[in-house]
């Protein structure tokens, strides 16, 4: 099983920034695939931004130039960097990981921008 432990949303305004940290139980090196997804209100859940365990990425297009997935090995821990955030990012964000076929979930972290 994986465990997914996510910090850092909050209320942010327009254009700021914020970092997304998803703390794994177990060594990212032997997850598939992780990677971060939203859900608006009323909306479905949608990709945002992905990594492989070989350090391939994948971002939405509404998120491209602006959001930056990245990991820390050492402490099983995958980041999304949100810059210059817009009001329509806002949305509970989810870590997602696969890991043996098997699709694992964190709690969800709200971000809120405001204007």
């Known amino acids: 099983q994986v465990q997914l432990d996510e910090s850092g949303g909050g209320l942010v305004q327009l254009g700021g920034s914020l970092r997304l940290s998803c703390a794994a139980s177990?060594?990212?090196?032997?997850?598939?695939?992780m990677g971060w997804y939203r859900q608006a209100p009323g909306e479905q859940r949608e990709l945002v931004a992905t990594?492989?365990?070989?350090?391939?990425?994948n971002y939405a297009d509404s998120v491209k130039g602006r959001f930056t997935i990245s990991r820390n090995n050492a402490e099983n821990t995958v980041y999304l960097q949100m810059n210059s955030l817009k009001l329509e990012d806002t949305a509970v964000y989810y870590c997602?990981?696969?890991?043996?076929?098997?699709?694992?979930w964190g709690q969800g972290t709200q971000v809120t921008v405001s204007s």
């Open positions: 997602h990981a696969k890991w043996a076929r098997i699709n694992y």
């Open positions: 177990r060594s990212i090196f032997s997850i598939t695939v």
């Open positions: 990594m492989t365990s070989g350090g391939s990425t």
